[in-house]
């Protein structure tokens, strides 16, 4: 009986997913046409985060942001957290309050509709070239240097294991260093319980709860402290989702 409301429940959300990324589809392609710089990347993020709080009260995965006097609305930080479920592109949206831009995989514009909203507001990178690496690496110093915020997930690639968190890249760290931007790093928990990347027949609706954590100054790192930020900002995420775990 429970796995049958399941797969009803996945089928509404998927339903109401598509709705809503069909009616926001036209209008950022309109604004990404119209203004195709700044201002126009701002504006389609303003229309994702309505997109995302429209699926959230509608599929009923509610996002819970806690901790968000750690962010300094002053300057760009760089955004890390946890990727371990479909549902964090929403939990992004509406956690984040600083316009951001994300770092995101080249594979994703494959997505029929989602693809082409896509790659008009995220970095792409395709890992398995070093000229798409450094390209996107040098994007993202760029809107660093105009007072852009950045999402990296430092994973690289969305958590298939049972372990809080899989290894970190190092190319958020390396930014933070080069750009001297502060590391602000967050977790979303219980979103790989909600809708499991592996079974996804086990959805279920319930609360995303985002918890931002204290930022971690880089003044005066070197480029040989890289292994050292990493790890402190590795050590500091999986306390938190340990501790929500517990």
């Known amino acids: ?25 036209p209008l950022v ?10 201002t126009g990347k701002k504006i389609i993020l303003v229309c994702l985060r309505a997109w995302a709080f429209l699926f959230s009260c509608l599929s009923f995965f509610w996002v819970v942001t806690h901790g968000k006097q750690h962010i300094d609305h002053k ?62 690496v040098q994007i993202l110093k760029e809107e660093i240097a105009i007072g852009q915020s950045i999402l990296i997930f430092p994973e690289g690639t969305m958590n298939k294991t049972n372990e809080p968190l899989s290894e970190f890249y190092d190319g958020a760290f390396r930014i933070a260093i080069q750009t001297q931007t502060p590391i602000l790093p967050f977790v979303m928990v219980n979103g790989k319980n ?33 292994p050292a930020l990493k790890e402190k900002t590795y050590q500091i995420m999986y306390n938190a989702l340990l501790s929500e775990a517990t």
């Not at 086990?202 to 003044?219: D, S, Y």
């Open 29 to 38: 392609l309109l604004i990404s046409f119209l203004l195709p710089g700044l």
């Open 194 to 226: 909600l809708l499991p990347r592996t079974n996804p027949l086990k959805a279920r609706p319930g609360i995303i709860k985002v918890m931002m954590l204290p930022a971690i100054e880089v003044e005066g790192l070197t480029e040989s402290d890289i």
């Open 75 to 136: 300057r760009p930080h760089i955004y890390v957290g946890n990727h371990g479920s479909y549902l964090d592109a929403v939990a992004v949206c509406l956690c984040i309050p600083q316009h951001f831009f994300a770092l995101g995989k080249i594979e994703m514009t494959k997505v029929p509709v989602f693809g082409m909203i896509y790659k008009r507001i995220v970095v792409m990178i395709d890992r398995s070239s070093a000229e798409s690496r450094a390209h996107s």
């Open 1 to 25: 009986m429970r796995k049958a409301l399941s797969v009803v429940y996945l089928f509404y959300a998927a339903i109401i997913f598509i709705s809503l990324m069909l009616i926001a589809f």
